[in-house]
């Protein structure tokens, strides 16, 4: 009864905006080679995923390993229209895609999930704890909802040095019901930091929906009551992410302050590698995987502007060997030397 | 009857104050609510209100008056056709209360008028009152010229000469800018490097932690200042697990050149939720600097280390001794090492080892056990983590006895640890165990008999000391 009443004052009463919104975002109109570039990389990101899954199968990675696969789309979309090593990003765990969305190196990033001393951290991090400061990629976190206000600091620093770079702080759909994601939504506003804060709406925080843990399931409308103007993205339409990219980019970048963006994606695997996935049916996976898949829609983009099967092969071999390559890498590695124990735990000595 | 008025105390640490202004004269009639005059504090402008009803009768101490005691007689209120004619214009002279430090947020701020009575007998003055009995001479060469400060001048001024020489650095926090901060620690940082440096953050320890991190990660050097480190439990996940953990996480790869720093440790009659000293939490933690001074010289120069620094750092202050003066070096720019202990006073019968504000009690057991013929030698850790054990161990192997004397709770603590190290490393310079004063092991209480039980007092130093050396 509560929630039709609601329902009901909602649709008498359009909330009325009141201040000036970033335009409506429009999809984007690649070209050829820009589309193909989106593909080469959502599909790095897969068949690099695909391995890593195997690798922990076969007890080669350890612990946590928390895999990306159906949100492909998220990272590339946005990260293409970002500048590396200017702009900054941050996100949580599920950080692999990120990394491999700006231009990192897969070896390093393999090798770091098998902990061996080639890793990006040394086999000091792991696969939730990996950073790239050359690429101003700042993690790679494990308290689900940290990311975001360190991103509010690392917008903040963009802000004081007056560098004009932006950041873009990742989080999902339960770190967005963290306390501090609405105390830093409340500095980045009131300090107009130049921050896009972006919830990848998987539909599932570990084994809760999004319906049994958020009180309002629209996500992209929890920075209204901080002024922060708030888009829902297609999060499995590269295209689709990219176009909002531009605009949000834009506008954040011009100094208008935070923007929210929802992007509703889904991932295929469970929450990390040892999550059975027992809170949702095989059917409901199978279906998004048919009807919905970012890298099978992109694909039948590149057909429609003429890219031939076989081009499309050649590059699929073309990226299964650099995730081979990758993956001997990371499995021939030496492991870190003992004494590496002791290092980098304080940067100066006293 | 004539109603005294009597200059009143108008926040918790108030000794005397300034007669700034009279807003009535002699004749006026006043009501409750009636704003009197206006009082200068030592941090800021308050006015004073009539309570009853009545005519001014007499004005004894004329506006513009400095150095007005608290409880002293200032104007004298007469009901209708009273004559006040022989009453005395003698002020009567007022009782000399010390001045305690309490928090001056909000949550804890007496009503003005509702003159909290400063409680001379409780623990936190008798901890304030043996620092005063024993200050800290600062470390520098014979000769150096000092100049008289208060540790929270001294704290201002570290930050203030590292904001002129690193424009990276800032300083962020709750009523740090505007307010000139909670303690006043920040006093004047907003006028001279505007709000772009010293910025207020809205009540949300967790939030501005994070940023706070995020921005020293960015390449910044911000010194976050909590109001107290009782408060910084909200942020605690991002200085251990953000800030401590991450250039060990990333293989050496991201730096966290930040400063947390604020009041800790016991305060004076705020209870348990505003009590209590986090030293061994944070000491516990690889990744982190931990330093908690005693005095001002060794809270300057370790803050503007602290500041230098390219890890995280927790830097305690104590609230009780941020009003305490001490001499501080008179150099252009007086940094301290990180991680080094002192010897605060020599002696060869016993060590006594402590920190923060327990060095006060420790230096004024040291002068009592000196009148009963021990020679006590004090031992001020400065730095938590890392610890200075070398020094530590060599005057152990000096006086073969140690009492640690530590302002917290025993269990896990500080005086654990040192303990350890003693039984470790220094078992054979042993002549008796070690012993610790600590706080008892409780929440601290309000009443202020149950506070004074709860707290080190140096007598029980000096029963310590007399023990480990049977006497």
């Not at chain 1, 609601?6 to 589309?35: G, H, Q, V």
């Not at chain 1, 999060?235 to 834009?250: N, Q």
């Not at chain 2, 004539?2 to 200059?7: D, G, Q």
């Not at chain 2, 004076?268 to 939490?281: D, F, I, K, L």
Request: glycine share 10%; aromatic share 6%; charged share 25%.
């Amino acid at each position: 009864m509560a929630k039709a009443a609601t329902k009901r004052a909602s649709a008498a009463a359009p909330p009325t905006p009141n201040r000036e919104r970033p335009p409506e975002p429009k999809r984007y109109e690649a070209t050829k080679e820009e589309l193909l570039e989106f593909y080469r990389q959502m599909l790095l990101i897969r068949r690099f995923e695909e391995r890593a899954g195997q690798l922990y199968g076969l007890g080669l990675i350890g612990g946590f390993c928390h895999l990306y696969i159906g949100q492909e789309a998220v990272a590339v979309g946005l990260q293409s229209a970002m500048k590396p090593g200017h702009d900054s990003v941050i996100t949580g765990y599920r950080d692999h895609g990120h990394m491999l969305a700006y231009g990192i190196d897969p070896k390093v990033i393999m090798a770091e999930l098998t902990g061996r001393e080639a890793g990006i951290s040394r086999g000091k991090g792991g696969s939730m704890h990996m950073f790239s400061t050359e690429h101003k990629f700042y993690g790679g976190h494990g308290i689900v909802g940290a990311q975001v206000s360190l991103g509010t600091g690392l917008a903040f620093g963009h802000k004081y040095s007056g560098d004009g770079g932006i950041c873009l702080a990742y989080f999902g759909d339960g770190a967005a019901n963290q306390g501090q994601v609405y105390e830093s939504f409340n500095m980045a506003q009131l300090w107009n930091l130049p921050i896009i804060f972006v919830i990848e709406n998987n539909q599932y925080a570990m084994g809760t929906s999004v319906n049994r843990a958020s009180a309002e399931d629209q996500l992209y409308k929890r920075g209204e009551s901080f002024r922060i103007p708030g888009i829902q993205v297609d999060g499995m339409d590269v295209l689709a992410v990219r176009g909002a990219a531009e605009t949000v980019v834009d506008w954040v970048r011009s100094g208008k302050g935070p923007v929210l963006m929802e992007l509703k994606t889904y991932r295929y695997r469970g929450h990390s590698m040892s999550d059975p996935a027992k809170y949702r049916s095989r059917e409901e996976v199978q279906a998004v995987r048919e009807k919905s898949d970012p890298i099978e829609a992109a694909k039948r983009d590149l057909e429609k502007l003429g890219v031939s099967e076989d081009e499309l092969k050649q590059l699929d071999k073309e990226i299964r060997a650099i995730v081979a390559e990758s993956a001997d890498f990371a499995e021939q590695s030496p492991e870190p030397e003992p004494s590496e124990l002791y290092t980098d735990v304080l940067v100066e000595t006293y | 009857m004539p109603i005294e008025l009597k200059m009143p105390a108008l926040s918790p640490t108030m000794e005397e104050g300034t007669l700034a202004k009279w807003l009535v004269k002699e004749g006026d009639e006043v009501t409750s609510g009636t704003i009197l005059a206006e009082i200068e504090t030592d941090k800021a402008t308050m006015e004073f209100e009539a309570v009853d009803e009545g005519k001014v009768a007499k004005i004894l101490v004329p506006e513009g008056t400095d150095e007005v005691k608290v409880g002293t007689v200032i104007a004298i209120l007469a009901a209708d056709g009273e004559d006040v004619s022989a009453e005395s214009a003698a002020p009567a002279p007022a009782a000399k209360a010390k001045p305690i430090e309490l928090p001056a947020d909000q949550k804890t701020e007496p009503v003005p008028g509702n003159e909290a009575q400063t409680p001379k007998d409780s623990g936190a003055y008798q901890l304030v009152a043996a620092a005063e009995r024993a200050p800290e001479p600062p470390e520098v060469p014979e000769g150096t010229e000092t100049v008289r400060q208060t540790l929270r001048e001294a704290l201002r001024d570290a930050m203030a000469e590292e904001m002129r020489k690193d424009e990276r650095v800032f300083v962020m926090g709750e009523e740090v800018a505007e307010y000139q901060g909670a303690y006043k620690v920040t006093q004047g940082l907003l006028d001279e490097f505007g709000d772009k440096r010293v910025i207020d953050t809205p009540i949300t320890e967790y939030g501005f932690a994070g940023v706070g991190t995020g921005a020293a990660m960015g390449g910044l050097r911000p010194i976050i200042e909590f109001m107290t480190f009782n408060f910084a439990m909200q942020a605690i996940d991002h200085i251990i697990n953000s800030a401590a953990k991450t250039n060990y996480m990333s293989g050496g790869q991201m730096r966290c050149p930040i400063v947390f720093r604020g009041p800790n440790g016991a305060a004076s009659r705020v209870g348990a939720q505003h009590s209590q000293n986090y030293g061994p939490w944070y000491a516990n933690v690889p990744g982190l600097i931990v330093i908690a001074p005693y005095g001002a010289a060794d809270a300057k120069g370790l803050l503007k280390a602290a500041i230098r620094s390219q890890d995280p750092v927790v830097f305690l202050e104590n609230e009780l001794l941020y009003g305490q003066s001490f001499d501080v070096p008179k150099l252009d720019d007086y940094v301290l090492p990180i991680g080094k202990a002192r010897v605060a006073r020599e002696g060869k019968d016993v060590t006594l080892v402590s920190y923060s504000i327990g060095v006060g009690v420790a230096l004024d057991a040291a002068n009592q056990l000196a009148e009963q013929g021990i020679d006590a030698e004090v031992v001020d850790l400065r730095t938590l983590r890392p610890l200075d054990k070398a020094t530590v161990l060599k005057s152990l192997a000096k006086t073969n006895r140690m009492v640690v004397v530590e302002e917290g709770w025993p269990v896990c603590s500080i005086s654990s640890e040192i303990m350890a190290i003693a039984m470790e490393e220094g078992f054979d310079d042993l002549d008796a165990p070690v012993l610790r004063v600590t706080n008892e092991d409780v929440p601290l209480p309000y009443a202020a008999n149950l506070e004074k039980l709860a707290l080190i007092k140096a007598a029980d130093v000096v029963e310590a000391a007399k023990k480990v050396t049977y006497r």
